[in-house]
């Protein structure tokens, strides 16, 4: 006996259709499929979650290096020639990228917790592949010409450690829900051990990642220590153009301690404040000696570089994005700036008491002060007028005879030594890039009496995270940003960190608990209080359009084909069950 056309009803089912239709573009109720996914999709997911874990690093990288995005730009004109920010395309594009991966990680969760099958549409697995090999070629570049900023994750680790192990434990709890919904749907057992020995390794993992979490904030704030002086690095080069006098004298005016400068000599043995090895990125020697501007700065006379103007580049370029916030007169003195010599700057310095310190570039071989640049250099520091007692002296070479002429100078490394080795050349203080000391080595460069400053520091984390780890003094490009920071941004006391964490672990394992007990509750109820079978890959929802409206549901008519009851099935009614 057959039986004809029984009435079909269906839910409305928006969501789900939005979730399969843009994942992959399975938008039709017959599309969609609660089979296990295939191998080859499993590989998709697999790789999209790679995707993803590489896109978090790279993006977090990035986010944590704004602290030497303007190092960054300066390597890029080094190879290119030609100024630009180089940072903003790949911040637009690595974001645009992080947002669409972890989009299509949302949507296949969402796929699992609600059974459906996985099968990522082929746009999105070119566009997921776009984004793998796009971060993979990223890494590689960074890693070939900028492979020291690597070291800026760890180091602000000590800064975001806890509050990112905090974010991931929330993270992998909330996993729970669908990790306990797949294993209580599950139906071999295998599959069911396997999901949970991984979910409860994560979860435990994350336990005791803080057992391996070290920051110097988590500490008594009783052994905190003073406050590290603030040196401005090329002046305030994000308010004024970098190593004029303007520039220094903003400085000065944020209270800074000291103040440092790159120095070249000129043809006539004139010492003046450059950073670069040429003139066109900080000043108009394109308008004024066109023909000579590829040449190197030291190949100019004191007089050629007095022509030219080292102010009107910086309202232009905009290498800090702050031109937009000064002032009309700031700007108008800014347009005026000239070459600083650095009899100016010490004369400045001497003025208000303030350290400087200098890194004394080499003149080319050819040069007429190849020889005598130490002397040159040192003559100009006598002139100044400036207490010896103020400068830092950097250069090795000579460095003897130069205590011999001037034993007032504080002598200054930037190469890293032991602090036995400086004791015994008689070195007291030490110029290091920030991620080229541990938290060991200073302390003992504090033990040894040793005066350690690290560069180029210009966010406040890094700020706190120095000070916690009991930096004196720090060079910075921001001193305007970093005289704002009254206190580290976080200090935590060891036992505090410890309750912290214990008690976010408990809380985290008493949900996950919590859920897996009411997912198994929730399944059992269903089991008993379902009236009718399953039938894949729709539900056939007849008993529900007795309960609802019209106008809650679509009702469609379809012929429904049974076979003969040979073949195994019965009546319309044993089909549905008895009601």
């Known amino acids: ?52 874990c590489l896109l978090l690093v790279w993006f977090y990288f990035w986010w944590e290096a704004h602290n030497d995005y303007s190092e960054f730009n300066w390597f890029l004109y080094n190879r290119s020639g030609e100024w630009s920010d180089g940072t903003v395309p790949i911040l637009a594009t690595t974001a645009a990228g992080f947002t669409y991966i972890a989009f299509l990680i949302v949507l296949a969760l969402c796929h699992v917790a609600l059974g459906q099958q996985l099968n990522l549409h082929w746009l999105h697995k070119i566009g997921v592949t776009a984004a793998l090999l796009t971060t993979i070629i990223g890494v590689i570049s960074v890693n070939q010409t900028w492979a020291q900023e690597w070291d800026v994750i760890p180091i602000s680790l000590q800064a975001t450690g806890p509050f990112l192990h905090i974010g991931a434990l929330a993270a992998v709890t909330a996993l729970s829900w669908i990790v306990a919904g797949q294993v209580t749907r599950a139906e071999k057992m295998m599959f069911q051990v396997v999901v949970v020995l991984l979910y409860v390794s994560v979860l435990l993992a994350l336990y005791v990642v803080p057992l391996h979490i070290t920051s110097p904030c988590i500490m008594d704030p009783a052994t905190l220590k003073p406050r590290p002086a603030v040196i401005g690095h090329q002046g305030a080069p994000m308010l004024a153009p970098e190593n004029t006098i303007w520039s220094f004298q903003r400085a000065l005016q ?24 040429t003139l066109r990125r900080t000043t108009d020697v394109e308008k004024v000696f066109p023909d000579r501007q590829m040449d190197e700065a030291s190949l100019f006379n004191w007089t050629d570089l007095q022509q030219l103007n080292a102010g009107r580049w910086f309202l232009k370029d905009d290498p ?7 002032l009309q007169r700031e700007k108008e003195r800014i347009a005026n700036q000239t070459v600083c010599s650095l009899e100016q700057l010490l004369e400045l310095a001497s003025y208000h008491n303030s350290t400087v310190v200098f890194r004394l570039r080499r003149p080319p071989p050819k040069h007429p002060c190849y020889d005598s640049w130490i002397n040159d250099t040192l003559q100009a520091v006598q002139q100044s007028g400036v207490p010896q007692s103020l400068v830092m002296w950097t250069p090795d070479d000579n460095r003897a005879q130069v205590r011999q ?8 490394s930037v190469v890293k030594r032991s602090p036995q080795v400086l004791e015994q050349s008689g070195i007291s203080s030490l110029l290091l890039r920030y991620n080229q000391v541990s938290r060991e080595e200073i302390r003992n460069f504090s033990e040894a009496h040793i005066n350690l400053t690290l560069y180029t ?10 000070w916690c780890s009991g930096v ?4 910075s490009e921001a001193p305007h940003v970093l005289l704002k920071v009254p206190y580290p941004i976080w200090l935590m006391r060891p036992n505090v960190y410890c309750l912290a964490w214990v008690s976010a672990d408990l809380i985290s394992f008493a949900v996950v608990i919590g859920i897996f007990i009411f997912q198994n509750l929730c399944k059992h109820c269903r089991y008993r209080m379902s009236g009718m079978r399953s039938y894949n890959p729709e539900q056939i929802m007849l008993n529900a359009a007795v309960r609802r409206s019209s106008g809650d549901i679509n009702v469609m008519k379809e012929k429904l084909i049974f076979s003969e009851v040979r073949n195994g099935v019965g009546s319309a009614e044993e089909l549905y069950g008895d009601r």
């Open 254 to 277: 944020m209270n800074v301690t000291g103040l440092e400068a790159d120095v070249a000599i000129s043809m006539d043995g004139v010492p003046f404040l450059m950073r670069d090895f």
């Open 472 to 475: 004196s003094s720090v060079s």
């Open 405 to 412: 002429l001037a034993p007032d100078l504080i002598q200054t």
């Open 457 to 466: 520091v210009n966010e406040p984390w890094l700020y706190s995270v120095l």
């Open 320 to 326: 800090f994005w702050t031109v937009n916030t000064l």
């Open 1 to 52: 006996m057959v039986k004809h056309q029984p009435l079909q009803v269906y839910e409305r089912q928006l969501c789900l259709s939005c979730i399969t239709g843009i994942y992959g573009c399975r938008w039709k109720r017959y599309q969609r499929s609660h089979d296990d996914t295939t191998k080859w999709e499993l590989l998709w997911s697999l790789i999209l979650l790679l995707t993803f």
